[in-house]
């Protein structure tokens, strides 16, 4: 389990060197997109944030404030589509940044496997690299791109990313329990339901979306 830090001034030398270590997670950016979630909530969660004062000007001043609810939104869309790409293997690896799964992020499903494998196909034959600029240049080509959708409310949109999450999250927990049993578990399962209260915080939405 994470544990929360006691208000105090400066870090310890151990603090400062983990606060380093989720900072490169953060900068590897956005590496796997979960890595970059969970690395922001244990930064909250344990207060390694402190010497910047609140947790808000932490990521107000160390990250541009890049880091909100609007980003979060993004980083948890882009997950959905690595997750849609990496569930039946297309024959090509899943997009690894967030550009990328951003730029494939308006398509559905099934487009979005159309348009991933075509841009890998081209590169695997000399082609360009499938880079978010590549992704774009291919759904007009393919006719995908489509007029805009009419854009939803912010608050309403996330609420139904972090409802699809949150199923996702139950299921792991169930999966976790069945392999380990509810004792050699409890760890695990606490550790989850920290980083799940992390990221409804971050995301300023109910704590269980499924209700």
């Not at 603090?15 to 922001?40: D, F, K, N, W």
């Not at 959905?80 to 690894?96: D, T, Y």
């Not at 990328?100 to 034959?125: C, D, I, M």
């Not at 509810?182 to 704590?207: C, H, I, N, Y």
């Given at each position: 389990?994470?544990?929360?830090?006691?208000?105090?001034?400066?870090?310890?030398?151990?603090?400062?060197?983990?606060?380093?270590?989720?900072?490169?997670?953060?900068?590897?950016?956005?590496?796997?997109?979960?890595?970059?979630?969970?690395?922001?909530?244990?930064?909250?969660?344990?207060?390694?944030?402190?010497?910047?004062?609140?947790?808000?000007?932490?990521?107000?001043?160390?990250?541009?404030?890049?880091?909100?609810?609007?980003?979060?939104?993004?980083?948890?869309?882009?997950?959905?589509?690595?997750?849609?790409?990496?569930?039946?293997?297309?024959?090509?690896?899943?997009?690894?940044?967030?550009?990328q799964a951003r730029e494939l992020g308006s398509l559905t499903?099934?487009?979005?496997?159309?348009?991933?494998?075509?841009?890998?196909?081209?590169?695997?034959?000399?082609?360009?690299?499938?880079?978010?600029?590549?992704?774009?240049?291919?759904?007009?080509?393919?006719?995908?791109?489509?007029?805009?959708?009419?854009?939803?409310?912010?608050?309403?949109?996330?609420?139904?990313?972090?409802?699809?999450?949150?199923?996702?999250?139950?299921?792991?927990?169930?999966?976790?329990?069945?392999?380990?049993?509810?004792?050699?578990?409890?760890?695990?399962?606490?550790?989850?339901?920290?980083?799940?209260d992390e990221v409804t915080r971050?995301?300023?939405?109910?704590?269980?979306?499924?209700?």
């Amino acid at each position: 389990m994470i544990t929360a830090a006691r208000p105090s001034a400066g870090l310890t030398k151990v603090e400062s060197a983990e606060l380093l270590s989720h900072e490169r997670t953060i900068e590897a950016c956005l590496g796997p997109y979960q890595s970059v979630i969970v690395a922001l909530a244990t930064i909250k969660i344990k207060g390694l944030y402190r010497e910047f004062g609140s947790f808000k000007d932490y990521l107000k001043k160390r990250w541009k404030g890049r880091f909100h609810a609007v980003h979060l939104n993004r980083l948890i869309k882009a997950v959905s589509v690595r997750e849609n790409l990496s569930a039946k293997p297309i024959g090509f690896a899943p997009p690894e940044h967030e550009s990328q799964a951003r730029e494939l992020g308006s398509l559905t499903p099934e487009q979005q496997k159309t348009v991933w494998r075509q841009a890998n196909h081209e590169a695997a034959n000399g082609g360009p690299r499938p880079t978010a600029a590549r992704l774009k240049e291919l759904k007009e080509l393919l006719d995908l791109a489509g007029p805009a959708p009419a854009e939803e409310p912010k608050q309403t949109h996330l609420a139904a990313q972090m409802k699809a999450l949150a199923q996702r999250v139950q299921k792991l927990r169930e999966r976790t329990t069945k392999m380990f049993g509810a004792g050699r578990a409890s760890r695990a399962l606490a550790l989850l339901d920290d980083f799940w209260d992390e990221v409804t915080r971050l995301a300023e939405v109910p704590k269980n979306p499924l209700a």
